[in-house]
């Protein structure tokens, strides 16, 4: 077995007596027996107390002006580490125990031979903590006769050992489940140890092994396992060691029945549904963690504490909630910029019990100089399938400098969030107006001037391994719609859009890959007054850097661009992490190219290309981008800044 590290202790220290301190240890345990019943006098004699605790005070004082005057004591001798190793050095150096009995101002010479000798055990338990179990250490004493003398420590550490052989068994479910849950996280256990073949023993490192072995069992499934049995068997002739580790997996855990704390402006039921933990559901550590999280987020709690009884039914036991609620009204400020809109300022109220019932009514007004809005709308609570009812109305104005497009919509229907998807189904109203200088002579089917009622069905799923800075994983969105115009000719219409962003992991050092992808089409007659709130446009921080917030689209005369029935984007961008060593996580150099392209028919797509490059910041609030592109197609170089990850 290698000897446990010894770290240094700040405890109690026996040292031993000088000679001095034995001749006077008697008559100061006499004058202490003494002074006790004195101070009892004084204790039950009314006297004046303020008057003696003064006294006491300046006595203290006098003591510690005295004790401060004392010339600081010298060592008894010098340590000196002699090895090639710098780490081994300055560890014994940190850690002998030789450095405790410096204070010891009278030892003799046989008193330092003796500990010299207790020390040479010490400094070799101190190098086996770091793998080295056959070494040669020398003390020995140096200096002039007469001066302090030194104690010399010379260190040859040998050959280090390292690991021969692992061998991790399990005991429990785990050990005979065929659950492909628990056989997969049984192999990554195995997979995942950290101390493998090769490796330098320390005892910090097989230490470390072993709780991140444990960690990795409790956290999913088995709560209540533990480590049965481990072992290192030490070869040091040959400098090697073999590892045996036996975990004790326990009975799996399933999620049973809520029992919720806390919960009195909201139903109690409502903290389960938004958390997403079923009955039946296997017990997860992680998947605890995330609910927390959603319902701090929701809205309705300042915080959650989610936990189980590992002492509970293994079967279905219970997931407690301590719960503090939120206030029910809410109002919110934000001020922000965006090099397509400008300076932005945003008000937002929210009210958890619309008109004393438990539907959420939010109201949202943003000014800025692009696109000015007002935005109301109601939600209920979800129902037992997760399920909720929402209403919403906008009023929106979009000036791109050359049109101006005045939209309102009104929308009814249900809404589903889970933990990798979101369904919407919804009936939607909008009507567009589109103004501007010149806009007389365009039709208003190309300009997106006109109204429709349709219904649609959204569709999102995301499969990052972390938010909001993923480093691999994907996200997919679908929009469908259909439906037909309410202006002029009553023309039916159908609307497919799609988006997708890939993160491919490269390596640490070189970061990662984000591909995105986005198309869509209007399918109808030509005379369709379609909204322009249907119809395409591109090109801004988000779409096509490079290029003038939803610049690209279909030219319709006098410098004027509208929107399109088809649009396709795409772009490639290289995630580089930079300045690691000072700025840890924190800072990324991209570099992207990105293209897009707007048109009435699918052979009418012209690619508008943007390359650049620019600067990531990783802040608490998401990822802060700074970019600068040039494009291709409008020869011109643009600054384009964006804050936070959406999908």
Not at 279 to 296: H, N, S
Not at 514 to 542: H, K, M, N, W
Request: positive net charge; proline residues 6%; hydrophobic residues 35%.
């Amino acid at each position: 077995m290698a000897p446990a590290a010894r770290p240094p202790t700040l405890g109690t220290v026996t040292l031993p007596l000088p000679r001095f301190a034995r001749t006077l240890i008697w008559p100061a345990l006499l004058a202490l027996t003494l002074a006790g019943p004195l101070s009892g006098c004084a204790a039950l004699d009314g006297g004046d107390k303020s008057h003696a605790t003064t006294a006491d005070a300046g006595a203290a004082t006098d003591e510690t002006k005295t004790a401060s005057s004392e010339p600081e004591q010298k060592p008894a001798f010098d340590i000196r580490v002699e090895c090639k190793d710098d780490a081994l050095r300055k560890l014994v150096e940190e850690h002998t125990e030789l450095r405790r009995y410096r204070v010891v101002t009278d030892l003799d010479a046989t008193e330092l031979e003796r500990l010299m000798a207790l020390g040479r055990r010490d400094v070799r338990d101190l190098l086996a903590t770091q793998g080295y179990f056959s070494p040669t250490i020398t003390i020995s004493r140096a200096g002039e006769p007469g001066a302090r003398p030194t104690v010399v420590i010379a260190i040859e550490p040998g050959p280090a050992t390292r690991i021969q052989n692992v061998d991790i068994d399990f005991t429990g479910d785990i050990a005979r489940s065929t659950n492909a849950g628990a056989m997969q996280q049984r192999e990554a256990i195995v997979s995942d140890w950290t101390l493998a073949d090769g490796r330098r023993f320390t005892q910090e490192r097989w230490s470390d092994a072993k709780t991140d072995a444990l960690r990795r069992l409790v956290e999913r499934r088995y709560p209540q396992g533990k480590i049965s049995q481990s072992r290192a068997d030490i070869h040091a002739d040959r400098a090697q060691a073999d590892l045996s580790v036996t975990l004790d997996s326990g009975p799996p855990f399933h999620l049973g029945p809520a029992a919720i704390k806390g919960a009195r402006l909201y139903p109690p039921e409502l903290a389960p549904r938004l958390s997403w933990l079923k009955p039946g559901d296997v017990y997860d550590q992680k998947k605890l963690v995330d609910a927390q999280g959603r319902l701090a987020a929701s809205g309705y709690y300042q915080s959650a504490y989610i936990s189980v009884d590992p002492k509970g039914d293994p079967a279905a036991v219970p997931v407690r909630y301590l719960l503090t609620e939120a206030k029910p009204k809410k109002v919110q400020l934000g001020i922000g910029y965006s090099t397509d809109t400008g300076p932005r300022l945003s008000v937002e109220h929210r009210n958890n019990l619309f008109w004393g019932s438990t539907w959420r009514a939010e109201t949202k007004l943003q000014l800025d100089k692009t696109t000015p809005l007002l935005q109301w709308g109601l939600t209920s609570l979800p129902n037992a399938e997760g399920w909720s009812r929402a209403g919403l109305a906008r009023f929106m104005r979009q000036d791109d400098g050359a049109l101006v497009t005045t939209s309102k919509t009104l929308r009814a229907g249900v809404a589903k969030t889970e933990e990798n998807y979101d369904r919407n189904f919804y009936l939607q109203f909008d009507d567009a107006n589109v103004t501007g200088s010149g806009t007389q002579a365009v039709p208003d089917a190309l300009l997106g001037d006109g109204a429709a009622l349709s219904v649609n069905y959204d569709w999102t799923g995301r499969y990052f391994d972390s938010l909001p800075f993923p480093s691999r994983g994907y996200g997919l969105s679908l929009n469908l719609a259909a439906g037909f115009t309410v202006i002029g000719r009553h023309l039916p219409f159908t609307r497919i859009q799609g988006r997708w962003l890939g993160i491919v992991p490269i390596s640490k050092k070189s970061g990662r890959i984000a591909l995105r992808a986005e198309a869509g089409a209007v399918l109808s007659s030509t005379q369709a007054r379609i909204p322009a709130t249907y119809l395409f446009r591109t090109g801004g921080d988000t779409t096509v850097r490079g290029y003038s917030y939803r610049s690209i689209g279909i030219p319709v005369g006098d410098g004027l661009v509208g929107p399109g029935r088809y649009m396709a984007v795409g772009s490639v961008e290289w995630q580089r992490p930079i300045l690691q060593q000072r700025f840890h996580g924190l800072l990324e150099q991209v570099y992207f190219v990105d293209v897009g392209s707007v048109a009435n028919l699918p052979n009418h797509l012209r690619p508008n290309w943007g390359v650049g490059t620019g600067v990531r910041i990783n802040s608490p609030v998401g990822p802060m981008e700074l970019d600068l592109a040039y494009g291709l197609q409008s020869r011109a170089f643009r600054l384009h800044m964006n804050v936070g990850f959406t999908f």
